[in-house]
């Protein structure tokens, strides 16, 4: 730096930038790349990158449908090294899944090898297997190498690479596409190609055809595993119309008749994306949990084809009621989620319709329509230019020989020679112009390829072939102009495309019939789980410590019990097999258990801590018969309570379900049955307080609200009454005592009350 004091002095200088601001242009930056280039598919294609660059780098390596295999590692190995710089393990679980025939409608790679199964299993190693492209995979990219699609440079600029392929079949909805990106998704099922290209043939008929006309010919998802969708006609075309909703999809079942009246259930095809292993691993647990107590066994005789096999318990069970029940409590149905988020042009992400997506892969068409019709005719010209200087060559012949013989530059001699006028063409516009037409003179281009001319193409015959050729290629060329000046033929090849490839890959083929049936739902679905249940009654004993079991019959309850050492008895009741049993733990947390599945009577029981989701620390307060209808008095100890319907005590998951709020060193105090018009509470202290009933708010859950107020002490217990009957109770002789005149007692809700009558239990409880 220069010590004159002249000179101005640069001093580094740091730019500062907001945190905020510099972490959300980071993190948007990223959102774009996974939405761009990871996890969205292009509507036109249908392809995510990795796929595309897949399908373009098998190309390259010419592995066609007819051709021989290759190594997986070999071709993931060329996808990494040229196109898609991410891992090999990546690029080939992309590229197995294409080939997996129950995971891909329309498979677009041809596997040799294990590449995995329907019960899960993972392909083998990309050294251990091989793979070719599909014949409907070289669909997609007819066209590469006329100029159809956009190419761009590679990740490292020594290649090139499609943006888009050029799709000669809505492979978007044929395959669907699943991912996952920031802040959308997408999830879109696969459909049958012959049902899509009659949707597009309606549309090039008809562009203002409704969705519910489109449904009407591609009516829903078709699945690789087949199955059976029972969603409603009317929920199909609202998915469809906004581009988000589900499909129920249940597994295809059939009844196998053993003899002697006996029969079994055998499962052939299993919903969409359904693990096949896992699926038996949930019927098994199922019927370990007795959650379907009519279902005897399971057992998987599949082979190359699925089949499953469901015995019943007995020969009299209802077959529809059963499966109605499995498909409740297991994946044999499923809901498979639409969220139709593709890429636009490859740029917008948005939501679309059917319709828009189909609108969107036709336009691309018809774009790869033109650029392969351009192409062509600048092939044609440059043929034709070509073969207008081997027709001046016959013509000339003495005279080019002349010059290519003695010439010390032959092709610049060619070029200044004047052949006179070009050969006669017809005036069209549409027809070919010669480069040197009115000047007499060669192009450079007809120059070299006179040059470059065989001696043995000098015969007689091979004029008369330049000549039809000529004639053939101009034919071409104004059949082309012709396309390309009319929007009907246009859109008229289009449909002659289209058909060409649903003869080829549609109905009647070996991958082209649809293999998801449609049915209605029927009323299996509010078959009452009771009803799946011999109902039979039993006894229900739940120890101190919170051993539970139920003995069969309605045993003496003042018989006594066995009981592990260190423990004794807690409840005793008599209920049924059929029977909801409500458990009560005193953080207020209410579980749902099963006459059915409780544990028999010949041991100790289970701990019903196994059963459901009980912490160790948290104590059961009661036990007790769900009974539909039934209205509950639900209180703490700190004295809050509230009505709740008995319908929202019921628990659908081992977790339970909190009904009643307590914070810490408070607990339940009362579950009691709503009986009368009145309510009465007594508190620690022994004072009582009676109002109505009707102060009380009904709720599914919460705190509640203050039913007696104390300055020292809590709740002890509560209970519901008619105030004409008076109130009762028991003493300590067991005897009931009633009071008959509450007038003392009676107060608003949240008061503190009196003391309770003479001759109230010592315990403050009234039973």
């Not at 409780?598 to 009980?614: A, S, T």
Request: with cysteine; proline share 5%; net charge negative.
């Amino acid at each position: 730096m220069s010590d004159d004091p002249e000179t101005p002095k640069i001093e580094p200088v740091m730019m500062a930038e907001p945190l905020s601001r510099a972490i959300g242009e980071r993190y948007l930056t990223y959102a774009l790349s996974t939405i761009m280039h990871r996890a969205l598919p292009d509507a036109r294609d249908g392809l995510k990158p990795v796929h595309r660059r897949i399908l373009f780098a098998m190309r390259e390596l010419r592995l066609s449908a007819t051709s021989a295999f290759r190594k997986s590692a070999k071709i993931s190995g060329d996808v990494m090294g040229n196109y898609h710089p991410h891992g090999d393990m990546a690029i080939y679980d992309a590229m197995a899944r294409l080939a997996q025939d129950f995971n891909v409608r329309y498979p677009l790679v041809d596997g040799q090898g294990n590449f995995g199964n329907i019960d899960g299993d993972n392909p083998a190693a990309s050294r251990y297997t091989e793979a070719r492209l599909t014949a409907i995979a070289e669909t997609l990219m007819e066209g590469l190498a006329e100029n159809a699609v956009d190419f761009r440079p590679n990740y490292d600029g020594t290649l090139e690479e499609p943006i888009v392929m050029p799709a000669a079949f809505p492979n978007l909805l044929a395959n669907g596409s699943s991912g996952i990106a920031v802040g959308m998704a997408t999830n879109i099922p696969p459909h049958n190609l012959d049902e899509l290209i009659q949707g597009c043939h309606a549309m090039l008929r008809n562009p203002q055809i409704t969705i519910a006309e489109l449904v009407t010919l591609s009516p829903g998802l078709d699945c690789p595993t087949g199955g059976v969708i029972v969603e409603p006609r009317s929920s199909i075309i609202e998915a469809y119309e906004t581009g988000r909703g589900a499909f129920r999809t249940r597994a295809k079942w059939a009844i196998e008749d053993l003899g002697r009246g006996t029969w079994q259930i055998v499962v052939t095809e299993i919903p969409y994306q359904v693990q096949k292993s896992k699926l038996i691993e949930r019927l098994a647990e199922v019927i370990q949990t007795k959650k379907v107590p009519l279902l005897a066994d399971v057992r998987d005789e599949s082979a190359d084809d699925v089949r499953i096999v469901l015995e019943p318990r007995a020969r009299t069970v209802e077959p529809d009621m059963l499966m109605g029940m499995l498909f409740r409590n297991s994946d044999l149905e499923t809901r498979f989620s639409l969220n139709m988020n593709v890429l636009i042009d490859g740029k917008v992400p948005k939501v679309c319709s059917l319709k828009e997506v189909l609108r969107a892969f036709l336009d691309h068409r018809r774009d790869v329509l033109q650029r392969r019709s351009t192409h062509r005719i600048e092939k044609i010209d440059h043929r034709l230019e070509i073969l207008e200087g081997f027709i001046i060559t016959f013509l000339n012949l003495d005279r080019v020989i002349d010059i290519i013989r003695y010439d010390d530059d032959p092709k610049a001699a060619l070029m200044r020679e004047d052949w006179g006028k070009p050969h006669k063409r017809a005036t069209s516009e549409k027809d070919y112009v010669s480069p040197r037409a009115g000047d007499g003179q060669l192009s450079e281009v007809q120059a070299e390829a006179i040059l470059n001319m065989r001696l043995r193409s000098l015969r007689r015959l091979e004029e008369m072939e330049l000549l039809a050729e000529r004639d053939a290629l101009m034919k071409e060329r104004a059949g082309l102009a012709d396309l390309l000046d009319s929007d009907r033929l246009q859109w008229q090849q289009i449909g002659v495309e289209l058909e060409a490839i649903r003869k080829q890959f549609g109905k009647g083929t070996r991958i082209g019939d649809r293999r998801t049936a449609f049915a209605e739902a029927g009323t299996i679905e509010d078959v009452p789980f009771e009803a799946m249940i011999e109902r039979e009654p039993i006894t229900v004993i739940c120890s101190k410590m919170g051993w539970i079991r139920a003995m069969k019959g309605h045993v003496d309850l003042t018989v006594e019990q066995k009981f592990k050492d260190g423990d004794g008895p807690r409840f005793a009741f008599h209920a049924e097999t059929t029977d909801k049993i409500l458990l009560i733990s005193a953080t207020g947390r209410f579980y749902t258990l099963v006459g059915a599945n409780l544990p028999g009577g010949r041991g100790m029981g289970e701990p019903v801590r196994l059963m459901i989701d009980l912490p160790n620390d948290a104590e059961i307060f009661d036990l007790r018969i769900f009974r539909a209808g039934e209205k509950y008095l639900v209180a703490s100890s700190a004295g809050d309570g509230f009505v709740v319907p008995s319908e929202e005590l019921v628990a659908q998951t081992k977790a339970g379900k909190q009904v009643l709020t307590v914070r810490d060193g408070v607990q339940t105090a009362v579950v009691t049955v709503l009986r009368g018009d009145h309510v009465a509470v007594v508190g620690e202290n022994r004072k009582l307080l009676v109002f109505p009933l009707a102060e009380l708010p009904e709720m599914a859950k919460g705190k509640g609200v203050r039913l007696q107020k104390y300055k020292d002490g809590g709740l002890s217990d509560a209970i519901t009454f008619a105030l004409a009957d008076g109130l009762a109770w028991k003493d300590p002789a067991g005897r009931t005592r009633t009071e008959p005149d509450l007038t003392e007692w009676i107060g608003p809700r949240a008061g503190a009350g009196k003391m309770a009558p003479r001759g109230f239990p010592r315990d403050n409880r009234f039973n």
